[in-house]
């Protein structure tokens, strides 16, 4: 849907019909039982704890109330402003929200976890304040701003962010990796656009560029997996790179050519003769499955949002 709208701007009324047919599947097909508009994965989800098919989380919730906001923003249609508000129902009366103290508090994934992780914390955090933007409810902005303020707190001093807090017992994965560490600048950037003078961690969200940056990529080009690791080579880490250098070029005009080298790079080197994009690539395969969900998707909202960032 947001590939689509993205398109809708630069070509016109044909991918226009695209997008909202997806925006109404999207509203057909939610979880339901909750206390508003939600979504999960279709799959059972193997991590602790055990998530069954169909349980919404903070991530997959976040990102198609944002292409319900796109909507509303292009077309002023209030009906899909009200789908993004009704998520936001979700994020506070059915996840598990930890206050630490009375200004810091993080989301946890889903409604069955206790977790604190950082990117997902952030999702919810900028769609709060981009329904804030349009309805001006200021319990969203001060939940946003306290949600932020968690997630600098444990920013680390080289400005990376671990995937999980400290905060949780299970610490399998207290790592820093390429496409989390792209959600979280994306957020952080979403968020200052909307408070402008009063987003107060300008200095963060450099920190994070600049290690997201050097330490991710090799010659701001090619993904690494993780700071030590360049393999495997993953087409999510590619299109999220993309998706983030994009948006920030406003703080640097320097990030629209990386996301342009970038985008480059993967069409050479990821793209089959047939269109799609591979999954990884290996110090000695490829692997060519085109997933959907992981890399078509993504790629089309990669690619899309680099050519709308460019015109604009």
């Not at 339901?32 to 989800?45: A, E, K, L, V």
């Not at 796109?70 to 998520?87: F, G, H, P, Q």
């Not at 996840?95 to 993080?106: F, G, P, R, W």
Request: charged share 25%.
């Amino acid at each position: 849907a947001r590939s689509y709208l993205n398109l809708y701007k630069e070509f016109g009324e044909t991918y226009l019909k695209k997008a909202l047919k997806s925006l109404k599947w999207l509203m057909d097909n939610y979880s339901r039982g909750y206390s508003g508009y939600c979504w999960g994965y279709p799959f059972d989800w193997m991590t602790k704890p055990f998530i069954p098919k169909g349980t919404p989380s903070i991530v997959v919730s976040c990102i198609a109330a944002n292409a319900f906001l796109d909507a509303y923003e292009i077309l002023r249609a209030e009906e899909y402003l009200n789908v993004a508000k009704s998520t936001c129902n979700f994020l506070l009366d059915d996840l598990n929200v930890d206050a630490i103290d009375e200004d810091i508090i993080c989301f946890s994934y889903t409604p069955l976890d206790h977790s604190h992780v950082h990117n997902a914390n952030l999702f919810g955090a900028s769609l709060l304040a981009r329904v804030y933007k349009h309805t001006k409810i200021e319990e969203y902005r001060k939940l946003a701003e306290k949600a932020v303020k968690f997630t600098t707190l444990y920013q680390n001093s080289d400005g990376s962010w671990y995937y999980r807090a400290p905060l949780d017992k299970y610490r399998a994965r207290m790592y820093i990796d390429n496409y989390h560490t792209g959600f979280i600048l994306e957020s952080l950037y979403v968020i200052r656009e909307v408070l402008k003078d009063e987003f107060l961690y300008d200095e963060n969200l450099e920190k994070g560029i600049e290690f997201y940056r050097d330490h991710l990529f090799v010659k701001e080009t090619i993904p690494k997996f993780t700071p030590r690791l360049l393999y495997p080579i993953d087409i999510h880490d590619v299109a999220q790179g993309i998706i983030t250098f994009s948006r920030l070029q406003k703080l640097n005009p320097q990030y629209g050519k990386i996301a342009e080298k970038m985008a480059k790079w993967a069409i050479t080197n990821m793209q089959d003769e047939d269109g799609y994009f591979y999954h990884r690539v290996y110090r000695h395969r490829i692997d060519k499955t085109p997933y959907v969900r992981w890399g078509q998707a993504w790629m089309l909202t990669a690619l899309s949002t680099l050519g709308g960032t460019y015109h604009e």
